[in-house]
């Protein structure tokens, strides 16, 4: 079964900085909780994105069980939209599409999350239990950080 994971966010910012930002594989490190010992390995991860760009991490999403995953950036619109489709990882499906609009109180970022877990109904009962729960805290933590850094909320 596809799930969809839809989140919104506002930033006080321009859209070249938020653009430079995201598009920088290495900036995920800082918006990943912690605890998920999330390590881009990719050697170019300090410039920007580009279609077709591979880009290879690991990361701890339970148990501290150290996982490999690779993503392909399948889709780039400079300074309007990005989509990382994963290769290998934990999931059985996943698509990430970035999107950039800008207003007059900044840019809102627009995230587009298209994923299914493996193992069937395994899969759906693991996503009822514990993975739904963990992406939402996830993107609460990114949610957070992203505040703090460009919208000025202090700790």
Same mark, same amino acid.
């Given at each position: 079964? @596809?799930?969809?994971?839809? @989140?919104?966010?506002? #930033?006080?910012?321009? #859209? ?23 390590? !881009? ?28 995953? @690779?993503? @392909? ?13 994963? /290769? ?15 207003? /007059? ?10 994923? /299914?877990?493996?193992?069937?109904? #395994? ?7 514990? !993975? ?24």
């Amino acid at each position: 079964m @596809r799930y969809k994971l839809l @989140r919104e966010q506002q #930033l006080n910012c321009d #859209l070249d900085t938020a653009w430079d930002f995201f598009s920088s594989p290495h900036n995920l490190e800082k918006i990943t909780p912690k605890e998920m010992q999330f390590i !881009v390995l990719s050697k170019d991860n300090n410039h920007t994105i580009y279609e077709g760009q591979l880009i290879n991490y690991t990361i701890s999403p339970i148990l501290k069980i150290q996982i490999k995953w @690779r993503t @392909r950036i399948t889709q780039v619109d400079p300074n309007i939209s990005f989509t990382d489709f994963q /290769e290998q990882g934990p999931y059985k499906y996943w698509n990430h599409f970035h999107e950039f609009l800008p207003n /007059e109180k900044g840019v809102l970022i627009k995230d587009t999350i298209t994923y /299914e877990l493996p193992f069937g109904i #395994l899969g759906t009962i693991a996503h009822q239990l514990f !993975v739904k729960n963990k992406l939402n805290k996830i993107f609460k933590y990114r949610f957070e950080v992203l505040e703090k850094m460009f919208n000025r909320v202090k700790s």
